[in-house]
């Protein structure tokens, strides 16, 4: 079992920027996959940033590229993403996720770990 457990969200005004931490504990001996994902009310949860197990890939959706990165600390077993050039768009919960692999965590699989989410909310 791994737990992840977000932060750093908050209010921004748009063109502003935040970082989020997802801190992973329990099982953190296996390497997995991380990513964020998001839902805004109303609408899907959806992809936005994966990291390899590796660490040597990243993937983001299309409407945050450019804007966002993902990272990690290996050393703290934490996965930060990077949020810039905010628009109201992007305000949603995120939620941080670990899988096997970035393809499976995309899938929204059963067998992926999620946290608890942190709200983000962007103000014009």
């Known amino acids: 079992q791994v737990q992840l457990v977000e932060s750093g969200g908050g209010l921004v005004q748009a063109g502003g920027s935040l970082r989020l931490s997802c801190a992973a504990s329990?099982?953190?001996?296996?390497?997995?996959?991380m990513g964020w994902f998001r839902q805004a009310p109303g609408k899907e949860r959806e992809f936005v940033a994966g990291?390899?197990?590796?660490?040597?890939?990243?993937y983001y959706a299309d409407s945050v590229k450019g804007r966002f990165t993902i990272s990690r600390d290996a050393a703290k077993n934490t996965v930060y993403l990077q949020m810039n050039s905010l628009k109201r768009e992007d305000t949603a919960e995120y939620y941080c996720?670990?899988?096997?692999?970035?393809?499976?965590?995309?899938?929204?699989?059963?067998?992926?770990?999620w946290g608890q989410g942190t709200q983000v909310t962007v103000s014009s």
């Open positions: 996720a670990a899988a096997g692999t970035v393809y499976s965590m995309r899938l929204q699989s059963r067998k992926n770990y």
């Open positions: 990291l390899s197990a590796s660490g040597g890939f990243t």
């Open positions: 329990g099982r953190t001996d296996s390497t997995y996959a």
